[in-house]
């Protein structure tokens, strides 16, 4: 054996040596993939051992449902994705991976629910235009379900509507201020009512001259975006007070804290 | 009329003031005679109120919020009233129909069209209680006088005891023309025959 490797012999023993290398790699490669699918595998049975075992919970326990929502979020799985872009093949074949994996229990309760948002909003469409707050849905659900059914949580709602995506715009989310409103009619709302729609959060109503002082609005433009708003049903009007007044119908929920308290 | 101890709770869009202005929007102001319609409706079952004079209940806490200082307009009550008779047949004007009648009996109010009753039950409503009832206590073919079914022990804790006897002879001459009554006798002595 020669350690310095001169002569022809070197030509042939770098070729075995790559070749060599090259044969580890591919056993290297064909670890590693086995090993994944191995890994994938484990995790898939794990992740049905999981949804099977703790179905209830997720159905029933917000909390744990929030957290299976994050995990499934963290590893890049959209749960609710599953079976809303699989429905063309019809029968068991349709449905995606996960929703076959999770045994359908995490869709179901969300098109649950999203039935019953859907319910809530044209309940009261006619007193708020179509706009209302996240949290009067989640009152208005949690009021109408029966004892022991388990919580929902806002977070719930908000995926619940995102479930209604493939039924065209008509149900969305809208950010107005901090709060989240459920929108069910397919309209904007021009940044001028989305500024009004805000101040309305604060006291449950607002005025022109309120909007005049605190938002430095022109009387013409502060009276347009309120009747605007109230064209749209979005705003009651109460003319009985000095200046007239306009009220978010989101208050009426409300007013049962407000007979008792809010001196002024 | 005897009114039950325990107050009338009032919705949450009682304390709403917008609730007590006529809302514009066409969409809002349906919902608003809706919620109203019902409230009157919950308000009156409440108390056992069969009839009531709109000029007199303009003053009274049903359309005058005092907590809020906020009232609704007798034009504005009108409005609900109508759109009451126009849905389901819940209220009439007292006063249109009873020409020949005792017209204007309480009616010390503003003109006509004051005094509505208001059908939390139906005359027809009424007239279905009424015939369970007779049914119920196997007293078909028996006369009765009005004043029996109204105030009388046996039909205590019924419904329609104490009811207007107006508005019970009203339910009465529904069931003459269905042909399971007959009624007879002089103005203040009326007796029923149920067949």
């Known amino acids: ?264 | 009329m005897t009114t039950p101890s325990d107050p009338f709770v009032f919705p949450r869009e009682y304390y709403f003031p917008p609730f007590f202005t006529r809302q514009t929007n066409l969409t809002t102001h349906h919902a608003q005679l809706t919620k109203w319609s019902s409230l009157i409706l919950s308000y009156c079952r409440h108390h056992r109120l069969f009839k009531i004079s709109l000029s007199d209940f303009a003053e009274k806490d049903l359309f005058f919020n005092k907590q809020l200082n906020r009232r609704l307009s007798l034009s504005d009550i009108r409005e609900v009233i109508d759109f009451m008779r126009k849905n389901d047949n819940r209220a009439e004007y007292a006063d249109s129909d009873q020409k020949n009648g005792g017209a204007g009996k309480d009616g010390a109010g503003g003109g006509g069209g004051d005094i509505v009753w208001i059908y939390w039950r139906t005359p027809e409503e009424w007239a279905s209680l009424v015939e369970s009832w007779v049914e119920g206590t196997a007293q078909k073919g028996t006369v009765l006088t009005v004043y029996e079914l109204t105030e009388g022990e046996g039909t205590r804790g019924t419904e329609f005891w104490g009811i207007d006897q107006e508005l019970l002879l009203k339910a009465l001459q529904i069931l003459v023309k269905r042909g399971k009554a007959q009624i007879f006798g002089q103005e203040d002595s009326l007796g029923v025959k149920f067949f």
């Open chain 1, 1 to 264: 054996m020669s350690r310095k490797g001169i002569g022809l012999a070197a030509f042939d023993r770098s070729r075995l040596k790559s070749a060599s290398y090259a044969s580890h790699g591919s056993n290297l490669r064909s670890a590693n993939a086995s090993a994944l699918e191995t890994q994938l595998s484990v995790f898939r049975s794990l992740l049905q051992q999981f949804a099977a075992t703790h179905a209830k919970d997720i159905r029933s326990n917000p909390t744990f449902r929030a957290q299976f929502a994050r995990m499934c979020a963290a590893i890049g799985v959209d749960p609710l994705l599953a079976s809303s872009s699989a429905d063309g093949s019809g029968g068991q074949g349709g449905g995606s991976i996960w929703s076959q994996l999770l045994g359908r229990t995490v869709n179901d309760f969300y098109f649950e629910l999203a039935v019953k948002v859907v319910e809530v909003c044209s309940d009261t469409r006619s007193e708020n235009g179509g706009l209302i707050e996240v949290r009067k849905v989640r009152e208005k659900i949690m009021a109408g379900r029966v004892e022991g059914a388990g919580g929902i949580t806002e977070d719930d709602i908000l995926r619940a509507v995102g479930t209604l995506k493939p039924l065209g715009s008509a149900y969305s989310i809208v950010k107005v201020g901090s709060k989240n409103y459920i929108r069910s009619v397919p309209k904007e709302l021009n940044t001028d009512q989305s500024a009004v729609l805000e101040a309305v959060q604060v006291l449950g109503y607002v005025s022109v001259s309120m909007l005049m002082v605190n938002l430095r609005w022109a009387r013409a433009r502060a009276q347009t975006a309120l009747e605007d708003l109230v064209g749209e049903g979005m705003l009651w009007v109460d003319k009985q007070s000095q200046e007239w007044e306009y009220w978010s119908p989101g208050f009426m929920l409300e007013s049962e804290e407000f007979g008792v308290g809010t001196a002024g």
